[in-house]
């Protein structure tokens, strides 16, 4: 079993839709949840950090941790064509000196005008 | 602000040769990780550095290896090339004081023939 599970789409919305994207993890001393954008050919860009469960939101963009299913998500609100890209989630353990990150394998979404 | 550079973008070298590539962190962050993207594994972590010092070595053979300087830029070298080492080659930057962001360069694509 993979440490971080993705569903890789692809995604497919109208304009102006609700995007729901998922990820599922078996690592339970993962304490800190990423979200990223990766547009093609380019580097992943932070869009959502967060720490142990909960939600957090950022504009259009909520991310929701629920440590208990293991099961982290981001909505994006009133989706716009520039949202398209691939979105990938990360975590990693809260160790002091550890910083690697565990990525899922992205999701591609299209948002069609 | 300077975000992360990663010097080239772009290579192309030969089986059995060996590479250098070059990454600039963001002013003040102290830590940098490098990882490899290819479509059928997606984000894999390489190492990470911390004034440094290697503090953390993922799954790749030994041709992996890495080093930091004492302001912070970091190299990967890959050594005997393989056609399997063609992917994108992504460097984080993390200021790994209170505020533990991963932030990504735009990587360096290395194609291997």
């Given at each position: ?41 380019k580097g992943p860009e ?68 | ?19 250098t590539l070059s990454c ?90």
């Amino acid at each position: 079993q993979k440490e971080v599970e993705q569903d890789p789409g692809p995604l497919s919305v109208p304009e102006g839709a609700i995007v729901s994207l998922n990820c599922t993890y078996s690592n339970s001393a993962f304490q800190y949840f990423m979200w990223y954008r990766q547009y093609s050919r380019k580097g992943p860009e932070l869009l959502m950090y967060t720490y142990s469960s909960g939600n957090k939101e950022d504009g259009r963009f909520t991310a929701q941790v629920d440590k208990s299913s293991k099961y982290i998500s981001l909505f994006i609100r009133d989706s716009q064509p520039s949202d398209s890209a691939t979105y990938l989630c990360a975590m990693r353990d809260s160790g002091g000196s550890n910083y690697k990150l565990t990525f899922g394998k992205g999701t591609l979404l299209t948002v069609n005008p | 602000k300077a975000g992360v550079t990663q010097t080239p973008r772009y290579l192309i070298k030969t089986r059995g040769q060996q590479v250098t590539l070059s990454c600039s962190p963001i002013s003040g962050h102290r830590s940098v990780s490098w990882y490899q993207q290819t479509p059928g594994q997606g984000l894999q972590f390489l190492f990470e550095y911390f004034s440094e010092t290697q503090r953390n070595k993922g799954n790749f053979p030994g041709r992996f290896s890495g080093r930091q300087f004492s302001n912070s830029r970091s190299e990967m070298n890959v050594s005997t090339l393989e056609l399997g080492d063609s992917a994108l080659y992504l460097c984080a930057s993390i200021r790994g004081t209170g505020r533990t962001e991963a932030f990504f360069g735009q990587g360096t694509r290395l194609t291997v023939v």
